[in-house]
């Protein structure tokens, strides 16, 4: 399908898709750094009421930030243990947040085992994915800074201009740094995780892995699947394909469908005769004069975010995720069309100025590029 063919939303998210901080050649591989990896027990990193009942040792794992080239750089990765108070003889769990990037898996998970029953019986790891989280070193927290500030940026010109910018500065401090920007990806993370099992001196683990995490575990899968009992993959990105070559695609497909099965229910059918065509009138509108939209602060005060195509599509995209969010699509296109604009853009837009999933662009750059 040629640029000019596709629809909007495939145009728009392959746009989106389309950055990538760099692509340089592979070097010759180095030899391992004696005495890595290793454990180093550190204080936890999360404290509340919830852990006051919970056995945990955390620390840090040390490990080489290349595998495959000449360098002293490490890598610490965030780790948290759960230790069973009665132990079952069950193999441990470790527990693979998504991304890549994000929070980490210990702000992410740490509460929620900790009041779940499954310590009790068996331990728990949780760790903070190379690049993610806790875990050091940190990757360009100022490209963060700016692109959180582009992100919300009325002209698409503009922001694409302010993210080129930041990635160029991003570029040149990890090199000023030392920072061997072909070591962050997932073969690395993989090789990560197997380090840590054989670190805690585990035989045989447990693997539960979230969208990101499912796509490690898959990986792990295939180079340490001698030393894994079980594996749940929740919401998995698949191995064999690049999700940013497949989603405009699937984006299209996934709208067209919507457009279909509101087309076959008889009560969508009749209030929403034109839903295709108004979803194209919609991003028409919005990419040419975005929608500004309120957005309350926590210190009282307030944002302005911009809805244009680009957002349109992919909060759209947010909300196939769930039977309710989906169901109003129909009915939010409409009033962004001819209703109440203002209402519709402010819960299409929600309560953040930026994804969650945005954190963290560097590492997911890197990944993906």
Same mark, same amino acid.
């Given at each position: 399908?040629?640029?000019?063919?596709?629809?909007?939303? +495939?145009?728009?998210? @392959?746009?989106?898709?389309?950055?990538?901080?760099?692509?340089?050649?592979?070097?010759?591989?180095? +030899?391992?750094?004696?005495? #890595? !990896?290793?454990?180093?027990?550190?204080?936890?990193?999360?404290?509340?009421?919830?852990?006051?009942?919970?056995?945990?040792?955390?620390?840090?794992?040390?490990?080489?930030?290349?595998?495959?080239?000449?360098? +002293?750089?490490?890598?610490?990765?965030?780790?948290?243990?759960?230790?069973?108070?009665?132990?079952?003889?069950?193999?441990?769990?470790?527990?693979?947040?998504?991304?890549?990037?994000?929070?980490?898996?210990?702000?992410?998970?740490?509460?929620?085992?900790?009041?779940?029953?499954?310590?009790?019986?068996? %331990?728990?790891?949780?760790?903070? /994915?190379?690049?993610?989280?806790?875990?050091?070193?940190?990757?360009? *927290? @100022?490209?963060?800074?700016?692109?959180?500030?582009?992100?919300?940026?009325?002209?698409?010109?503009?922001?694409?201009?302010?993210?080129?910018?930041?990635?160029?500065?991003?570029?040149?401090?990890?090199?000023?740094?030392?920072?061997?920007?072909?070591?962050?990806? &997932?073969?690395?993370?993989?090789?990560?995780?197997?380090?840590?099992?054989?670190?805690?001196?585990?035989?045989?683990?447990?693997?539960?892995? #979230?969208?990101?995490? +499912?796509?490690?575990? /898959?990986?792990?899968?295939?180079?340490?699947?001698? $030393?894994?009992?079980?594996?749940?993959?929740?919401?998995?990105?698949?191995?064999?394909?690049?999700?940013?070559? %497949?989603? !405009?695609?699937?984006?299209?497909?996934?709208?067209?469908?919507?457009?279909?099965?509101?087309?076959?229910?008889?009560?969508?059918?009749?209030?929403?005769? $034109?839903?295709?065509?108004?979803?194209?009138?919609?991003?028409?509108?919005?990419?040419?004069? !975005? =929608?500004?939209?309120?957005? *309350?602060?926590?210190?009282?005060?307030?944002?302005?975010?911009? #809805?244009?195509?680009?957002?349109?599509?992919?909060?759209?995209?947010?909300?196939?995720? &769930?039977?309710?969010?989906?169901?109003?699509?129909?009915? =939010? #296109?409409?009033?962004?069309? $001819?209703?109440?604009?203002?209402?519709?853009?402010? %819960?299409?837009?929600?309560?953040?100025?930026?994804?969650?999933?945005?954190?963290?662009? $560097? =590492?997911?750059?890197?990944?993906?590029?």
């Amino acid at each position: 399908m040629t640029s000019r063919h596709r629809s909007p939303a +495939a145009r728009v998210i @392959a746009a989106f898709n389309g950055a990538a901080l760099l692509a340089v050649a592979v070097a010759p591989k180095a +030899a391992a750094q004696s005495g #890595l !990896p290793r454990f180093q027990r550190g204080d936890c990193l999360m404290d509340g009421e919830w852990a006051r009942d919970v056995r945990r040792e955390c620390g840090w794992l040390i490990v080489p930030e290349s595998r495959d080239r000449a360098s +002293a750089n490490t890598v610490r990765l965030a780790v948290e243990i759960f230790r069973a108070k009665e132990p079952s003889g069950a193999p441990p769990l470790v527990l693979l947040h998504g991304g890549p990037g994000g929070p980490g898996g210990i702000q992410t998970y740490s509460a929620g085992v900790a009041r779940s029953p499954v310590p009790r019986h068996r %331990e728990v790891v949780i760790y903070d /994915q190379r690049g993610a989280g806790f875990s050091e070193p940190k990757l360009c *927290p @100022a490209y963060e800074k700016v692109a959180d500030s582009a992100y919300n940026l009325r002209e698409g010109a503009e922001k694409e201009r302010k993210l080129s910018e930041a990635r160029r500065a991003c570029v040149a401090e990890l090199d000023a740094k030392g920072i061997d920007r072909l070591a962050y990806n &997932t073969e690395a993370s993989v090789a990560d995780l197997i380090d840590l099992r054989r670190t805690l001196g585990y035989v045989s683990w447990d693997i539960r892995g #979230l969208s990101y995490g +499912a796509r490690l575990a /898959q990986e792990a899968m295939v180079r340490d699947g001698q $030393a894994i009992r079980a594996v749940v993959l929740s919401s998995p990105k698949a191995r064999s394909f690049s999700i940013q070559s %497949e989603q !405009p695609l699937s984006t299209q497909r996934a709208f067209e469908r919507l457009f279909a099965a509101c087309t076959l229910q008889p009560s969508c059918r009749e209030a929403f005769p $034109a839903v295709d065509r108004d979803f194209n009138a919609v991003y028409a509108d919005v990419t040419k004069s !975005p =929608l500004p939209v309120p957005i *309350p602060l926590p210190d009282g005060r307030s944002d302005t975010v911009w #809805l244009d195509g680009d957002r349109l599509v992919s909060r759209i995209r947010e909300r196939m995720g &769930t039977s309710a969010g989906l169901g109003r699509v129909p009915l =939010l #296109l409409h009033e962004l069309r $001819a209703g109440d604009r203002s209402r519709a853009a402010r %819960e299409i837009v929600g309560d953040d100025s930026v994804p969650g999933f945005l954190a963290n662009r $560097a =590492l997911r750059e890197l990944v993906n590029c």
